[in-house]
């Protein structure tokens, strides 16, 4: 249960850092070169902060993975009690948690949109969130338009 209560500190602490580092990468030009630098090599095959935000998702996984578990275990295998007693604590400990990583994910979607649209500025800011994902249909005479 240590690494859980690790995956919380991350959790609880992640929206600042992500703030912070998207600050950081207006500030120091320097920083944001090798930002984007790294972005684009192979080995990057996500975007930066999406892997910031793997471990926060990895706590919710456990949960799924120790679900699936319990259905393989016979009741009277050795491991049944012992996993069904982390799987109690897991779901406890994610009852707060999934909204936070709900969160985190629409940051990130915020701040892949700044990057993916040329001359929009300032689109990451605290308390704005990602409503929508789709097609932008233009309505006019001949009907809507892509």
Do not use: W
């Amino acid at each position: 249960m240590k690494q859980i209560k690790c995956y919380l500190q991350h959790i609880r602490k992640h929206d600042q850092v992500m703030q912070e580092l998207e600050e950081a990468t207006k500030k120091y030009k320097d920083f944001e070169v090798a930002y984007k630098e790294f972005e684009t090599q192979k080995v990057c095959y996500l975007p930066f902060n999406a892997f910031l935000v793997k471990p926060s998702q990895r706590i919710v996984h456990y949960k799924f993975l120790l679900e699936r578990l319990l259905k393989l275990y016979p009741k009277d295998h050795v491991d049944h009690q012992d996993t069904q007693d982390a799987l109690d604590e897991v779901k406890e400990e994610i009852r707060g948690v999934e909204e936070s990583v709900r969160k985190l994910e629409n940051f990130q979607k915020v701040i892949e949109l700044e990057s993916d649209l040329i001359g929009v500025k300032n689109l990451v800011q605290a308390g704005r969130e990602f409503i929508r994902e789709g097609c932008l249909q233009k309505i006019d005479r001949k009907g809507p338009q892509p």
